[in-house]
């Protein structure tokens, strides 16, 4: 295992039996998130994004073209790549302590006991949980349910890890934190990060490169390196070229979620030309 691997997808195209569009999701999307790349997707809802994620995450495999970490295809979910969901991100029925030492309790990332409990310790205090560690997770709010999602993916040392919507449930304030809190980690583990989000001032405040997925079936439209130097704190989203990046970015999402809102409701109205 050699820390430069890349996650590489070539030429993929997915096919979903009774989806619209003749059942393609995804068409001829090829993409890289390299080592330390910080890369989010932006694109309507429904238009394929979560497919793409689980390609990645071993959830699901390609109709066609090939994803691949390290030139391996990925057939199967793999402890190097962490997983972050909007919801159901930390089981009910664990405390605080459970969910972020679960993986550490499974064969590929076991440690023993004591080895656990300083993982475990290390991530209570960088997530700010410490008074928290033994509550159960319907006593958190959602920013700390959240948190302790972060806490588990991190606790098992991922080289990658993949993140659908992992602020979409929570109020604007508590997501401004959530990104300064998730720079923080980033800027003492870097991991290789895939965001989904259809937050714009989201996907240009944390990411290193911004992918426009279009109305499906996805495909990529548009790939912007984001020029903002890390740590990024605040003050970037002042500065004129977070304002030019934000409204460029703005105008071409909103075309393509009004693309995908006309194609659904024809196809509501039209099911026979699905
Ligand atoms: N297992 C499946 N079988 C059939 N169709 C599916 C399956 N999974 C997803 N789809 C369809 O594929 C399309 C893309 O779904 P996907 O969840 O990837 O979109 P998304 O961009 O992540 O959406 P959102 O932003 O709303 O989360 C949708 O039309 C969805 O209904």
Known sequence: MTSEREIQFRNVSVRYAGAPNDGWVVRNVSLDLGRGEFVSLIGPSGCGKTTLLKLAAGMSTPTQGSVTLGSQPITAPGPERGVVFQEYGVFPWLSVRGNIEFGLTLAANRRDAAERAVIVDKYLALMGLGDFRDALPNTLSGGMRQRVALARAYAVNPEFLLMDEPFGALDAQTRLVMHDLLLDLQRQE???????????????????????????????????????????????????EFVRLHAHLRARVMAEYAQQQREDIANTLHPENR
Not at 198 to 212: M, T
Not at 215 to 237: K, M, N, Q
């Open 190 to 240: 870097e991991k290789s990060v895939l965001l989904i989000t259809h937050s714009v001032d989201e996907a240009l405040y944390l990411s290193s490169k911004i992918v426009l997925v279009s109305a499906r079936p996805a495909r990529i439209t548009e790939i912007i390196e984001v020029p903002f130097a890390y740590p990024r704190d605040e003050s970037v989203r002042a500065t004129s």
